[in-house]
């Protein structure tokens, strides 16, 4: 996916409410983003009062969406740096296209992660008349690898669990000793529960960690509050698990990780340190010197918008 706010600010990872010792969570409100010509979606990060949650830096939740005689979903090809692309569709097939040479369709259950590195460029397209529901999200690079040469990997399996009645999808990192196999550079966790009937059960949670919790089908109930579809519930650190209720088929996404201490700057497809570098991202874009060709796509290639 790509940012295509018209003016997008330059976004600071730091620059966000800090929360009271007391105050261990904050809901967050995903706000309306465009993705493509004319799929709308719902943006729960960055968000104005939360850049991050451990490295995760973007999160963008799209569908269900009927593109059934429609375009469908197309993203034309755009450069990514300093931050790794992550996507897991729920209903639908994506296909993906990249400058390494990639072509790999993406199907329900599966993960695509594009490690930018220090440049690479990719196209992002819908399979005609399908519906599509699903995630991506952005992983900041920690500086110490945050140039390094671009690599494209699909995940066909993804580890899962039973807990009480709940699958839990082990996306990245590590719960409850299972681990999965996606390359993360950060200590970090995805999880996705699945609530095969309504069920209670206390989660545990890495003490060292912050959280987020957006639901993707339906809601999930945390210490007596609902969370609902449209709301990304933050939690601070040092909580060792947590009380959850779930109803049958809600489908919940749950990340977390260890607080990001570097100071990163977000600004359209990049994730950088300083100005100067998205600059100099944006100029070598519009020149094609360092992020290589799509090859295939049938449509425009997207250009940054202007650098305020
Ligand atoms: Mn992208």
């Known amino acids: 996916m790509s940012d295509l706010i018209k003016t997008p600010k330059i976004l600071n990872s730091k620059e966000c409410l800090t929360l009271s010792p007391t105050c261990i969570s904050q809901k967050l409100r995903t706000h309306r983003a465009l993705v493509g010509d004319d799929v709308t979606i719902r943006r729960a990060l960055p968000h104005r009062d939360r850049k991050t949650i451990g490295a995760w830096c973007f999160l963008d939740h799209f569908g269900p ?10 993203v034309g090809p755009h450069p990514h740096i300093g931050l790794q692309t992550f996507t897991y569709p729920l209903v639908g097939e994506i296909l993906h296209r990249d400058s390494l040479g990639s072509k790999q369709k993406i199907q329900p259950g599966q993960i695509n992660l594009m490690t930018a590195g220090k440049g690479i460029s990719h196209s992002e397209e819908s399979l005609p008349d399908t519906i599509l529901h699903g995630v991506q999200l ?21 580890p899962s669990l039973k807990l009480d009645n709940l699958q839990i999808n082990i996306l990245a990192g590590e719960f409850l000793n299972l681990v999965s196999p996606v390359k993360v550079y950060s200590p970090l966790v995805g999880l996705e529960l699945i ?12 003490p060292k960690f912050e959280y987020g919790i957006l639901p993707l089908i339906g809601n999930i109930e945390i210490a007596n509050e609902i969370v609902d579809i449209d709301t990304l519930l933050y939690l601070s650190c040092s909580k060792p698990s947590m009380p959850v ?13 260890e607080p990001f201490q570097e100071d990163i ?44």
């Open 65 to 74: 969406l009927d593109l059934t005689n429609t375009e469908g979903l197309r």
């Open 138 to 158: 952005w992983i900041a690079l920690p500086d110490g690898v945050r140039h390094m040469e671009p690599n494209f990997i699909h995940y066909e399996n993804i």
């Open 195 to 206: 609530a095969m009937e309504d069920t209670t059960t206390n989660l545990p949670l890495n």
């Open 245 to 257: 209720r779930v109803k049958k088929g809600s489908r919940i996404l749950i990340i977390g990780g």
């Open 265 to 308: 700057l977000i600004w359209w497809n990049f994730v950088a340190r300083t100005k100067e570098e998205m600059i100099e991202a944006a100029n070598a874009w519009n020149n094609h010197t360092t992020f290589g060709e799509v090859k295939g796509y049938q449509g425009k290639e997207l250009t940054p918008p202007p650098l305020k």
